[in-house]
Nanobody, 118 residues
Framework: QLQVVQSGGGLVQPGGSLRLSCAVS????????IGWFRQAPGKEREGVSC????????YYADSVKGRFTISRDNAKNTVYLQLNSLKPEDTAVYYC???????????WGQGTQVTVSS
């Protein structure tokens, strides 16, 4: 069984930066692709970024390209999402999801709030 724990997030002014972390335990990160999603109030959850188990390829939603960067540190069993040049419309609860071809289950983190406001 995989455990997924998120950290980071918080309140930041427009133009600011945050780093979100998604740490897994119970199994090694190497086997898993990790995706980041977000859900704003009254909106559906949307995909933000993802990274394969092999570290490439990566994917970014058009709305975050050039501002967000996903990376993984398999030695630390952690995936990061660096959020730069944040905008008020980035305000949402951010979730990470782990999935593997060798595992029929998907594993979600608990979610972390990102609020961009002056």
């Amino acid at each position: 069984q995989l455990q997924v724990v998120q950290s980071g997030g918080g309140l930041v002014q427009p133009g600011g930066s945050l780093r979100l972390s998604c740490a897994v335990s119970g199994r090694t990160l190497d086997d898993f692709a990790i995706g980041w999603f977000r859900q704003a109030p009254g909106k559906e959850r949307e995909g933000v970024s993802c990274i394969s188990s092999a570290n490439t390829p990566t994917y970014y939603a058009d709305s975050v390209k050039g501002r967000f960067t996903i990376s993984r540190d398999n030695a630390k069993n952690t995936v990061y999402l660096q959020l730069n040049s944040l905008k008020p419309e980035d305000t949402a609860v951010y979730y990470c999801k782990a999935e593997s071809r060798a595992d029929p289950d998907t594993y979600w983190g608990q979610g972390t709030q990102v609020t961009v406001s002056s």
